[in-house]
């Protein structure tokens, strides 16, 4: 691989076309559809090769973020133990939910930020909703599903699907860095616009989202959280 195909990312550690290829691969294991994740099986190497030959398509960027974001919770569900093949099954529920020395070692291994709360293990729930490193924000999601008055469906679509359509104006999760890193993550527009009330007593969203603004620019979003 030469000097043009490799990349840093924000620490500063260098990667590769392969290495970057072999992350966003591994994030489509959460994608429950078999044809969708056969897509975007497809996009990802049609964007590797684009990098590849130093003409890459704006109009790929808002897929890529989510199969970005894919990637990250594959990656967070690796270090707490988690098979991602279930991660987003509709027969799979948390290992949280269940008892033995398995969820002892997922909690020593790990982030504090990926710590199970009381909640998490009280209720009933899918795993994929354990990975974002975001306690009270897991925990407001959890309540809301637990109450009936959120869809988890509905949010694992909006910002986790892959889709044939344009996915500009759509709510998206951003990761810039360590997934397990609450720092390296940031929410656009459209999703504290939809998604606001799971950020509640979870400053730590719109803080890492600000920071990521600032650096770029950009005005802070002003949300009460």
Same mark, same amino acid.
């Given at each position: 691989?030469?000097?043009?195909?490799?990349?840093?990312?924000?620490?500063? $550690? $260098?990667?590769?076309? %392969?290495?970057?290829?072999?992350?966003?691969?591994?994030?489509?294991? +959460?994608?429950?559809?078999?044809? !969708?994740?056969?897509?975007?099986?497809? !996009?990802?190497?049609? =964007?590797? *090769?684009?990098?590849?030959?130093?003409?890459? !398509?704006?109009?790929?960027?808002?897929? +890529? =973020? !989510?199969?970005?974001?894919?990637?990250?919770?594959?990656?967070?569900?690796?270090?707490?133990?988690?098979?991602?093949?279930?991660?987003?099954?509709?027969?799979?529920?948390?290992?949280?939910?269940?008892?033995?020395?398995?969820?002892? $070692?997922?909690?020593?291994?790990? @982030?504090?930020?990926?710590?199970?709360?009381?909640?998490?293990?009280?209720?009933?729930?899918?795993?994929?909703?354990?990975?974002?490193?975001?306690?009270?924000?897991?925990?407001?999601?959890?309540?809301?599903?637990?109450?009936?008055?959120?869809?988890?469906?509905?949010?694992?679509?909006?910002?986790?699907?892959?889709?044939?359509?344009?996915?500009?104006?759509?709510?998206?999760?951003?990761?810039?860095?360590?997934? @397990?890193?609450?720092?390296?993550? %940031?929410?656009? #527009?459209?999703?504290? #616009?939809?998604?606001?009330?799971?950020?509640?007593?979870?400053?730590?969203?719109? *803080?890492?989202?600000?920071?990521?603004?600032?650096?770029?620019?950009?005005?802070?979003?002003?949300?009460?959280?």
């Amino acid at each position: 691989m030469t000097k043009q195909h490799e990349a840093t990312n924000r620490e500063g $550690t $260098t990667l590769t076309g %392969e290495s970057i290829l072999a992350t966003l691969l591994a994030g489509c294991e +959460l994608i429950r559809c078999p044809r !969708r994740q056969a897509l975007a099986r497809i !996009r990802i190497q049609q =964007v590797y *090769e684009d990098y590849s030959l130093h003409a890459p !398509r704006p109009k790929a960027l808002h897929t +890529l =973020v !989510r199969l970005r974001v894919l990637a990250a919770l594959a990656h967070n569900a690796s270090c707490m133990g988690f098979p991602p093949e279930g991660l987003c099954r509709a027969d799979y529920i948390s290992p949280y939910n269940s008892y033995g020395p398995l969820i002892l $070692t997922q909690s020593r291994i790990a @982030s504090p930020a990926l710590q199970p709360t009381p909640v998490q293990r009280t209720v009933l729930h899918y795993p994929w909703i354990d990975l974002f490193p975001f306690p009270r924000l897991r925990d407001n999601v959890l309540l809301g599903v637990a109450g009936g008055s959120l869809d988890d469906d509905n949010l694992c679509a909006d910002i986790l699907e892959v889709k044939d359509e344009d996915l500009s104006d759509k709510p998206s999760l951003i990761v810039w860095g360590e997934p @397990s890193d609450w720092k390296a993550w %940031e929410a656009n #527009e459209n999703f504290f #616009e939809k998604w606001g009330f799971l950020v509640k007593g979870c400053p730590e969203l719109l *803080e890492a989202t600000n920071s990521w603004r600032v650096k770029r620019g950009e005005e802070r979003f002003v949300f009460e959280v």
